[in-house]
């Protein structure tokens, strides 16, 4: 029901897609975060990730958790990628199955929005002249 | 006693490594923790905001402080 998965290596949506799949499945949301080129005007060259991987994986599933008591949901895939991130790479991808899309779609939502207040990962975005944790200071 | 505290991202940048020994009395609450974490590194203050987790679970401020609890410091988080 529940993939949790945080990893060094690129992600695979195709690993998603096969996770969630099902003969009662109607519909599939992904979402996909990539790295962005620029923030504020200001050329982003990578970004680097890290996480307090224990909890970051205990605060996903109860992500999952949620998802799975508060919609219809058949099946979720959350993973995400630590390391250093070229531009166009991707960090993050939610996948979530059910047999409608309102759900599939309200869900993965969710998913993503809980996840950037929750989840112990944090980035650093490095630019040509500097770099800065994001979201650290107000 | 003396706990271990481990840091990530920004904090560790403010603690310069990535685990701080600190010295707690007894009954050391989470918020009298951060208090003093604060007094030692002000830098701390300038975040958007801290937590503190313990074995693995983000812990409340009234949450007294035991001997073998895993600390960590958990700064503004920014996955996705």
Redesign the interface.
């Known amino acids: 029901m529940i993939d949790i998965q945080i990893k060094q290596e690129p992600l695979s949506l195709n690993d998603c897609m096969t996770f969630v799949q099902e003969e009662s499945v109607g519909g599939i949301v992904h979402f996909v975060g990539t790295v962005r080129n620029q923030t504020q005007g200001k050329k982003v060259l990578r970004l680097e990730f890290e996480s307090y991987i224990p909890m970051a994986k205990k605060e996903m599933k109860k992500i999952a958790e949620e998802i799975l008591k508060k919609w219809d949901i058949k099946k979720i895939a959350i993973h995400h990628r630590i390391g250093v991130l070229e531009v166009g790479e991707i960090p993050v991808i939610i996948t979530v199955s059910a047999a409608h899309r309102k759900e599939a779609f309200e869900a993965c939502q969710f998913a993503i929005d809980t996840l950037k207040k929750t989840v112990p990962i944090w980035k650093k975005e490095i630019f040509e002249n500097g770099e800065i944790w994001v979201a650290a200071h107000p | 006693m003396t706990i271990e505290i481990?840091a990530?991202?920004?904090a560790k940048?403010i603690f310069k490594k990535n685990k701080l020994i600190f010295e707690i009395e007894e009954k050391t609450t989470v918020l009298s923790l951060k208090k003093e974490l604060i007094k030692k590194f002000p830098e701390l203050k300038?975040?958007?905001s801290f937590l503190i987790?313990i074995n693995?679970?983000y812990a409340k401020d009234i949450y007294e402080i035991q001997q073998d609890d895993i600390v960590?410091i958990?700064?503004?988080?920014?996955?996705?």
């Not at chain 2, 958990?74 to 996705?80: H, S």
């Open positions: 481990i990530f991202g920004i940048d300038k975040l958007h987790a693995e679970e960590v958990i700064p503004p988080v920014a996955g996705g």
